[in-house]
């Protein structure tokens, strides 16, 4: 965990943290190692490696797209846990895993804690656990020394974010507008609003995600917040697939833009 916090305090320098999601698993486990050492190649603070899952539930087309492709692929928790050990060999890049509870749930929550410890892991966010029902994963989290990531969504009332926020100790992932995943023209206008609420609760970091996807949305949101996170816009470079064999170029190249 303390990767992360230590990432946002040296992208205070450069005006806050870009955080960059990409689907595990696609197009292939090896492939998601070079593409997470791209991203940070191209400016990435923190990785979000999304476990595919068959039954998304906050997802767009683009990351429900690249969860089956992972998915046709072999993709597997240990599998991708196998993956973040190969990163780990290169790079010392702040890690942390998005999932569904359900693959926690089936592997054990412990187990999996310490499987994800073990291998490097920095935090875990559980896009469908409830902070009322949460308290098991936070110890096990702890005892691991795992960041926990809960989502505060725009319909949250202060106390459900301040709920949220007390089960929170890697950073507080604020879902920017209400909806799924995918790119957005223009940001949500309660955006800054929301993200004043949180920081009124709030200790950790704070990062805004979901439907930013260009330089100018980064730029707008690293504003308000610690932190943006970007996701389709890259997993639809990876969706172009690697005929090319230039598949970790091309997404260094659209980090780098997107950092600015």
């Known amino acids: ?84 050990a190969k990163i780990r060999e290169r790079s010392e890049v702040p890690i942390v895993l998005m999932t569904c509870f359900n693959p926690v749930f089936i592997f054990g929550l412990e187990k999996f804690a310490q499987a994800a410890a073990e291998v490097g892991v920095d935090g875990v966010l559980i896009s469908d656990l409830p902070p009322y029902e949460a308290e098991a994963w936070t110890r096990a989290a702890s005892a691991h020394d795992l960041g926990t990531v809960l989502l505060v969504a725009p319909d949250n009332t202060d106390e459900q974010i301040a709920d949220a926020l007390a089960m929170t100790t890697g950073f507080s992932y604020v879902i ?40 100018e949305q980064v730029a707008d949101v690293l504003v308000m917040a610690d932190g943006a996170v970007v996701g389709s816009e890259v997993m639809k470079v990876v969706g172009e697939g690697n005929a090319d064999g230039q598949l970790a170029a091309r997404v260094e190249d659209a980090v780098a833009r997107l950092r600015g």
């Open 1 to 84: 965990m303390q990767r992360i916090h230590e990432a946002f305090e040296r992208s205070n320098e450069r005006g806050g943290a870009l955080i960059i999601y990409i689907t595990g698993g696609d197009p292939t486990l090896d492939d998601t190692v070079e593409l997470v050492l791209a991203a940070e190649r191209g400016g990435a603070d923190i990785i979000e490696i999304g476990v595919p899952y068959s039954n998304p539930l906050a997802d767009g087309p683009v990351i429900q797209a690249a969860c089956k492709r992972a998915l046709a692929a072999g993709a597997s928790v240990r599998g991708l846990l196998a993956s973040v």
């Open 176 to 215: 920017s507008r209400p909806g799924t995943t995918g790119a957005r023209q223009e940001l949500w206008q309660g955006l800054s609003d929301l993200v004043a609420r949180v920081r009124g609760h709030a200790a950790v970091p704070v990062a805004v995600g979901f439907g930013i996807s260009t330089t």
